[in-house]
């Protein structure tokens, strides 16, 4: 979950532009200019979606919500990797994190329904490949692991003409053993393994549209499954302090593409997410229809933010 904010394509060997400080280096990549200002507050128009918003722990939180009260969970706790949060310490022990994950977790499995799904965002660093892994080796007596889709956020594609295209974000690594990381795990759990999921909700169309006569299971539609790979870049920013005030954040679009993955009728779909953040989740959840979404957060900051770029209301504290 650990984001960063490096332009589309940029080598990661290029000296990078001071933010906010003048004209750049010479052989540096400009910013445009001028340079636009962070985007103003979009004023939405009204929500479907009953938003459910608290300020605490999901722990405690989540054990005032009723057994199998929720469709889906779509959500991405701290890693343990020392990032700087507001208030949570992400400096735990290996076992430690494990036995808190797995408190967080009991408590999903029993508001989640029979029939629902729980998407897991973690990462990792190349230091600590293991721990995305061992998480949810954890949790394999809770839940069945349905599908494992790698969220891609940077790419470099070689066609079989032409040059190689660069495009997304990525964290340059600075090292002589590793390689930069440019991807993270969203497991998808059900309890049972066979809960039938909406593939083409998030599916592409076929390359070679003589396939769609081809295959009898395409009924005519120009679309296939776009399987576990999915590339979902960040979106550009100009000042993080402003447009993106924490240091680990999901893309809204890959919340959506979870939800829409677990298909339903959208307005009687309950989400829950333990870690709220700055609304990331929330947000997929009014953009795409849901009829409740309940979240928690425990830093008061970063549950203010959401709100903020939701337009609700002051938070209930839990």
């Known amino acids: 979950m650990p984001d960063t904010d490096f332009l589309p394509g940029l080598d990661p060997e290029a000296p990078l532009p001071k933010r906010g400080r003048g004209r750049p280096r010479k052989g540096t990549v400009p910013s445009p200019s001028p340079s636009p200002p962070s985007p103003p507050r979009v004023e939405r128009t009204p929500w479907t979606t009953e938003f459910d918003l608290r300020l605490g722990d999901c722990v405690e939180g989540m054990r005032s919500l ?84 790698h969220w891609i956020k940077s790419i470099t594609v070689e066609p079989r003409d032409g040059d190689p295209v660069s495009v997304g974000h990525f964290k340059p690594i600075n090292s002589k053993r590793f390689i930069n990381d440019c991807h993270e795990y969203v497991f998808h759990f059900t309890k049972t393994g066979d809960i039938p999921v909406d593939r083409l909700a998030v599916g592409v169309p076929y390359a070679d549209k003589s396939n769609i006569a081809r295959w009898g299971h395409t009924s005519g539609r120009d679309k296939r499954c776009r399987g576990n790979n999915w590339f979902i870049p960040y979106e550009t920013i100009l000042s993080r302090s402003k447009d993106r005030p924490h240091p680990a954040t999901f893309p809204v679009e890959l919340a959506k593409k979870c939800i829409a993955l677990h298909g339903g009728n959208m307005p009687d779909l309950t989400l829950l997410e333990p870690f709220l953040g700055i609304g990331h989740a929330a947000t997929a959840a009014g953009e795409m229809g849901l009829g409740k979404c309940v979240g928690f957060e425990i830093d008061e900051s970063y549950l203010n933010e959401a709100v903020s770029r939701l337009g609700l209301a002051k938070p209930q504290n839990s």
Request: no cysteine; net charge negative; proline share 10%.
């Open 66 to 149: 009723p057994d199998e009260s929720v469709d889906l969970v779509v959500t991405s706790p701290p890693y343990n990797l020392g990032i700087g949060y507001g208030k949570y310490k992400d400096t735990l022990s290996p076992q430690a994190y494990l036995t808190w994950s797995l408190a967080w977790a009991g408590e999903v499995k029993r508001v989640l329904k029979p029939d629902g799904s729980f998407f897991l965002n973690v990462g990792s660093v190349p230091a600590n490949p293991w721990m995305p892994h061992e998480l949810a080796l954890a949790l394999r007596d809770l839940f069945v692991l349905q599908n494992t889709i």
